[in-house]
């Protein structure tokens, strides 16, 4: 029997960033609707089996409200099983659930969260495929899609339908390392050197103190900070290497000024020192007196001075479910025709 | 780590410290007396939810409102209201913050912008919405908070406060305090989706969702919506979530909860302890810093206890004065 | 010679008057002014009956219209009198407290008591109340009983448009919270009013018509209606003593002793229904101060104990008649024989 996993994350896209820039807020029963678009595509071609990462954010109260309404003419879904663990609130809820679902051996897992619910299933995970939805702020790493054509691809990889080199891609993350390696984190999409070094609500909208960007890839119709990089020099999700932006300081004077939104709604000016390539596995040390490495946009590890911080580019390092792929095989082979002379 | 990484300074923090200290200590004190039966009538006590009342109202002056709940010392302490005259009060001895007329669940000081904690929950939202009007009026950038929990955000008197902030474009901030339970009610089975930024959302606010018991995280947010706020930017929503260390009100036997959830919540969910781990482990705050502020804590407490007990009752002249101004 | 003018252009000018004279006055409500967020124009009603037309061009942003949300918005006038402003608000129909009774009995009524004397709530709530508008059950009540009932609230009800602006600049002016009950009826009533401020205490009965024989005690549109039984009385050799109560909290029963003091007999008329009545109020309170100079049963007339019915045919029976007072009279003159 073919299962999946699925973390929805009920507080990505709850932050500050509502306030201070007029981010969205994707409704609860919203998320739920996306989570219920998943579970009937996926049933419909053959998903019996779908383990879920338990919440008390809401989520799974008014997901139980739907399924305990029963099946219909028009609706039915897989088993949902949440995953034996007590919720607390925290990114630890999605570490854990991905240890779960890992050990329980799903085929895929798909996420409805931001840049860093995806980063933290990463974290934990980089072999079993993951299949991302929108549901963050910026959303740099998932791609804004209808999750009915999500489940439908996860299915039809998930049943064997598809194989692993038809369905899934590969995709770059930077390995982040302090002191060789006394702490360790990733980031899908972009490290930044903020002097900033207050760790308390996460997130970090304050251009000021930014020195160093660092990206996989670099899309010019992103936000967030990423876009610092999309907007001087795109590199794609699957190009090799990526990007490495210095910004502009005492040291090292603005060559350019750039304009770019680096928060929903909020285009800066941030000074630009200069900017180059990223190959793959090739450490870049950072210089710098102390502050924070905000990973995919979330402040996240602290250093001082004397700590020795190094990016590198990892290639290769994770499967994604390449959603457009899939449907596009789906149509050329046929997959999804059913005739009595299949 | 060198240096202060917080953007709050060491005697602001001190001082964070012993507030959410003396709330946690004066809540803990009422619930052995209650036990004992020194006190009479209801108390619902705030602790374990400091962190959210002190990161919210340090932020306010007096010439900034809130409107509180049932569940109100902490607001009260929380906005500098005297914890002695709180605990005469509390024993319904004259002296009292209300003369003794008001108890726990009436507790008011409108020197300090202490609208009252109130009896009747979801009442507050409006009445911070007239206040909110007044510093309108007023146009010195104060701003009124209105403070409810998961179960009162279900009263239509909440809802109508929304709306009217927002068509009013209103310097209120609405924040839900959501411990998980309204009474015995889980918040699971009472509120039809448990988002309350969603619900701000409907009627055109934003919203913030924190973890009330990370005082930092508590504190930042506020501190964007209420700057927002001052500025004209007009009204939102901030939902806290939060654990309650007692039942609803002192007696409770709390049979609703799950098998180890007050342990869990005692050890894990902690928001003194998580407060003092980041203040210490960033080297700003040491140990025997906060262990002295603790001791004074303690003994202020003590010393209103002791007063409180002292103080004389009121009498029968007392009962039908201050019904009205004049009649 | 004062000139004459209706009750409802009295209200109009308390308001416009004070409203210049002191800042902190503002008022709300819903259609107060009427056509706000639309492509008409402003001050489209000012006010369901045009009660407050005019005073939004005077006083601007002062005037406030409300959502349809009276908890909020009542709610909101209280919470606003506690900051120190004078908020009178209107409250469109009595009829609709159900949806705000919380906001004035629980909360303006009772903060200077429950926070030791160390709060005022001094905020009006105007209101429409009383039935001949053949405007049926949900809009007609006489609700003055349950606010008279509360601790901490004033209750005012005018009978003529001199009473009416001076009771209403008092209440304005009041520290407390003042329910002031507008009868829609008496709107279009004219009568002479001093084209300047002033104000009438509250807890003063007016003796509106001496007499000896009986005390007629009532208050808002009943008064007129005693008045007209009066005069039939008067053709008959009774000389009735009318007396309007004005303000039904504070209420000034020694001008009601001293009247049946003298007259012996009393006729309680109220438009509230039977139960807990002002009129069972009153009886109760002079029964028990005044037993010795009843010559006569105290007789009550008020509407039958049911809803206000919509038909003309029997609005007409329900409200209490001229006629029901006169033969009240007779009862309580004749010593309880029908």
């Known amino acids: 029997m073919s299962s999946i996993g699925l973390i929805a994350n009920p507080v990505s896209a709850r932050d500050i960033r509502r306030i201070i820039a007029n981010a969205s807020n994707l409704q609860i029963a919203d998320r739920v609707n996306i989570v219920l678009r998943v579970l009937t595509a996926a049933h419909s071609l053959g998903v019996e089996h779908v383990l879920m990462m338990p919440d008390n954010g809401g989520i799974r109260a008014l997901l139980q409200r739907h399924l305990a309404r029963g099946h219909s003419q028009h609706q039915r879904w897989p088993v949902v099983e949440f995953l034996d663990m007590a919720p607390t609130s925290s990114v630890e809820d999605t570490l854990k659930a991905t240890r779960l679902l890992r050990a329980a051996g799903v085929a895929a897992i798909v996420v409805l969260g931001g840049d860093g619910t995806h980063r933290a299933v990463v974290r934990e995970c980089r072999d079993i495929p993951i299949a991302g939805i929108s549901t963050g702020t910026n959303n740099a790493f998932p791609e804004m899609r209808e999750s009915t054509i999500t489940g439908m691809a996860v299915a039809l990889y998930a049943t064997g339908r598809l194989s692993a080199a038809q369905a899934l891609s590969a995709n770059k993350l930077l390995d982040i390392s302090i002191n060789d390696g006394a702490q360790r984190d990733i980031a899908l999409v972009d490290a930044v050197i903020s002097s900033d070094r207050y760790v308390g609500a996460r997130a970090l909208w304050k251009p000021e103190n930014l020195s160093a960007v660092y990206l996989t890839f670099a899309d010019p119709q992103a936000i967030g900070l990423s876009a610092i990089g999309g907007l001087l020099h795109p590199v794609g999700r699957r190009d090799p290497g990526g990007l490495a932006v210095q910004l502009a300081s005492a040291e090292a004077p603005a060559t350019l000024r750039l304009q770019a939104p680096i928060a929903p709604g909020m285009v800066r000016t941030l000074p630009i020192a200069h900017w180059q390539a990223m190959p793959a596995d090739q450490p870049f040390d950072i210089v710098s007196d102390g502050g924070v490495v905000a990973l995919d946009g979330e402040r996240e590890l602290a250093f001082d001075a004397g700590d020795r911080v190094q990016i590198t580019l990892r290639e290769n390092a994770f499967p994604t479910v390449d959603v457009a792929r899939c449907m596009q095989i789906a149509a050329s082979d046929g997959l999804l025709r059913l005739s009595s002379t299949h | 780590m060198t240096g202060n990484p917080f953007p709050l300074g060491k005697p602001e923090l001190l001082e964070a410290y012993r507030k959410m200290r003396t709330i946690r200590e004066f809540e803990e004190r009422l619930h052995v007396d209650f036990g004992r039966g020194d006190i009479p009538g209801f108390v619902h006590l705030y602790a374990g939810e400091e962190a959210a009342g002190i990161g919210i109202i340090s932020h306010l002056g007096d010439g900034d409102r809130i409107a509180s709940t049932h569940r109100g010392h902490g607001h009260c302490i929380a906005k500098g209201v005297d914890p002695v005259a709180m605990m005469k009060e509390i024993y319904g001895k004259r002296g009292g913050s209300c003369e003794g007329k008001g108890g726990s669940m009436h507790i008011a000081d409108v020197s300090k912008g202490m609208m009252g904690a109130n009896g009747i929950l979801g009442a507050g939202a409006p009445l911070a919405c007239g206040a909110a009007l007044a510093a309108k009026y007023r146009k010195k950038g104060e701003v009124a908070i209105s403070f409810v929990g998961d179960g009162a955000s279900n009263q239509g008197t909440f809802l109508e406060s929304l709306n009217l902030a927002a068509v009013w474009n209103l310097p209120v901030i609405f924040v839900v305090e959501n411990n998980g339970y309204a009474e015995s009610t889980s918040r699971d089975y009472g509120v039809a989706v448990d988002s309350y930024v969603d619900r701000a959302a409907g009627f055109g606010l934003p919203g913030v969702t924190v973890d009330g018991t990370d005082f930092f995280a508590v504190h930042e947010a506020a501190g964007e919506i209420i700057r927002r706020a001052r500025s004209g930017g007009g009204p939102a929503l901030l939902e806290c979530k939060m654990v309650r260390f007692f039942g609803h009100f002192e007696g409770d036997a709390q049979t609703y909860r799950g098998s180890g959830e007050l342990d869990d919540i005692r050890a894990n969910q902690d928001c003194l302890r998580k407060f003092a781990a980041a203040v210490t482990s960033a080297g700003v705050i040491t140990a025997g810093e906060l262990t002295a502020i603790d001791h004074q804590v303690l003994g202020l407490i003590e010393h209103a206890v002791v007063q409180a007990k002292a103080a004389p009752l009121p009498t029968a002249a007392d009962l039908t004065t201050d019904v009205y101004v004049s009649y | 010679m004062a000139r004459k003018i209706s009750m409802k252009q009295a209200i109009n000018e308390a308001l416009d008057q004070e409203m210049a004279r002191d800042p902190s006055v503002i008022m709300m409500g819903e259609d107060i002014v009427g056509g706000a967020g639309g492509n008409g124009e402003m001050d489209a009603w000012g006010g369901v009956l045009g009660v407050t037309k005019g005073l939004y061009a005077k006083h601007g942003d002062r005037l406030l219209d409300t959502p349809l949300s009276e908890s909020a918005y009542i709610g909101a006038a209280i919470g606003a009198a506690a900051c120190g402003m004078r908020p009178v608000a209107e409250l469109m129909f009595i009829d609709f407290m159900g949806v705000c009774f919380d906001q004035i009995y629980n909360q303006a009524a009772k903060f200077r008591y429950m926070f030791g004397g160390k709060a005022q709530t001094p905020v009006v709530i ?188 029997l609005e007409d029976l329900y409200i209490p008649s001229a006629a029901q007072i006169v033969a009240a009279v007779k009862r309580s003159l004749g010593g309880g024989r029908h």
């Open chain 3, 126 to 313: 105007r209101t429409m109340v009383g039935a001949g508008f053949r405007a049926a059950a949900q809009h007609s009540q006489m609700l003055t009983p349950l606010f008279t009932h509360i601790p901490g609230l004033k209750v005012v009800c005018p009978s003529t448009p001199y009473d009416t602006k001076g009771l209403l600049i008092q209440s304005i002016r009041d520290n407390d919270p003042v329910i002031f009950c507008e009868h829609k009826n008496l709107y279009a009533f004219e009568g002479e009013v001093p084209e300047g401020l002033y104000t009438i205490p509250f807890g003063e009965a007016n003796v509106i018509r001496e007499g000896k024989s009986v005390s007629i005690v009532t208050y808002g549109l009943m008064v007129h209606r005693a008045l007209e039984a009066a005069t039939l009385l008067a053709k008959e050799g009774i000389e009735a003593e009318v007396i309007d109560l004005r303000t039904l909290s504070p209420l000034d029963i020694a001008t009601v002793i001293e009247s049946v003091e003298h007259t012996g007999h009393l006729v309680c008329v109220d438009e509230a229904n039977p139960r807990c009545s002002i009129a069972a109020d009153v009886s109760a309170q002079v029964v028990q101060a005044a037993f010795g100079a009843l010559r006569g049963p105290i007789q009550m007339v008020t509407p039958p104990h049911c809803p206000v019915p919509f038909s003309p045919a």
